[in-house]
């Protein structure tokens, strides 16, 4: 992204400073983040203390692993409360904050979902369509954000709508068809309540993954160019030098 300009990223400067990722925009964002989070790792957690799971059944790294989540969940909060201040050091961080997080949010429903594979004892079964939706969805969102920036470094303003709209539809499709063909490989179509979970759980997957694209650029644009900040640096004007008395200033300093 070093390639880019202050021009090619001035849709991306709107947003930021009037669009959906102004201070305030952000903080809403991270709040329905917050819950939405809590929620899903509330579930998983609640369910890995279940009596079919129990948590001193889990082994040590999915302890670690919630501990993570609970450190990473004191994080979220403490942005919220302490950020509160329009001024150019609260925005940098609530927008690391929100990549991520994004990111986070967009991996906690499958914790949940694999204490529930834990607790219908299907787990072994499971997982390995749990790695392949995770590994395949950065690929795309890696494939999705090189295009974003290609686009944003050709001015093609309408890039990005197509791009989204074209990786929604392909992406989905993708997944559909290559997790229908596992489950079906795997006699998997009786337990229809995991398959719905896993369903919606991809979707919103995919929809984090390629919203937080955006945010990498915004974040990215935030840090490079002052401009871009809640409060950017007053420009000096420059004072318009006569060359004939720039001379006779030196020819005087001479004599």
């Known amino acids: 992204m070093n390639h880019l300009t202050e021009k090619d990223v001035s849709s991306i400067k ?3 400073k009037n669009g959906r990722l102004t201070l305030s925009g952000i903080r809403t964002y991270l709040i329905g983040l917050f819950f939405y989070s809590g929620f899903t790792v509330g579930l998983a957690f609640f369910v890995a203390n279940a009596n079919t799971v129990g948590w001193e059944n889990l082994s040590r790294n999915w302890h670690i692993l919630f501990i993570l989540e609970a450190i990473l969940f004191a994080i979220h909060a403490l942005a919220l409360l302490l950020c509160r201040g ?3 050091i609260n925005q940098k961080i609530l927008m690391v904050c929100i990549v991520v997080f994004t990111y986070k949010t967009a991996l906690d429903p499958f914790l949940t979902m694999t204490m529930f594979f834990k607790d219908r004892d299907v787990y072994k079964l499971y997982i390995p369509i749990v790695i392949f939706i995770i590994l395949a969805g950065f690929i ?4 999705i ?3 974003w920036v290609k686009g944003l470094k050709l001015n093609r303003n309408n ?3 197509t791009i989204m709209q074209k990786s929604v539809k392909w992406s989905f499709i993708f997944f559909i068809l290559v997790i229908f063909t596992l489950i079906i490989q795997k006699g998997l179509l009786g337990n229809l309540e995991l398959l719905f979970g896993i369903f919606i759980f991809t ?3 995919i929809a984090f993954l390629i919203g937080v694209c955006e945010f990498i650029i915004a974040t990215y644009c935030v840090f490079r160019f002052p401009s871009f900040v809640v409060n950017p640096p007053s420009q000096k004007k420059s004072q318009y030098v006569n060359p004939k008395n720039e001379r006779k200033k030196k020819k005087r300093k001479k004599k």
């Open 86 to 88: 329009n001024n150019n």
């Open 203 to 205: 979707v919103l997957y």
């Open 140 to 143: 795309i969102h890696i494939l």
């Open 145 to 147: 954000l090189t295009k």
């Open 159 to 161: 890039e990005k709508k």
């Open 14 to 16: 709107y947003e930021i």
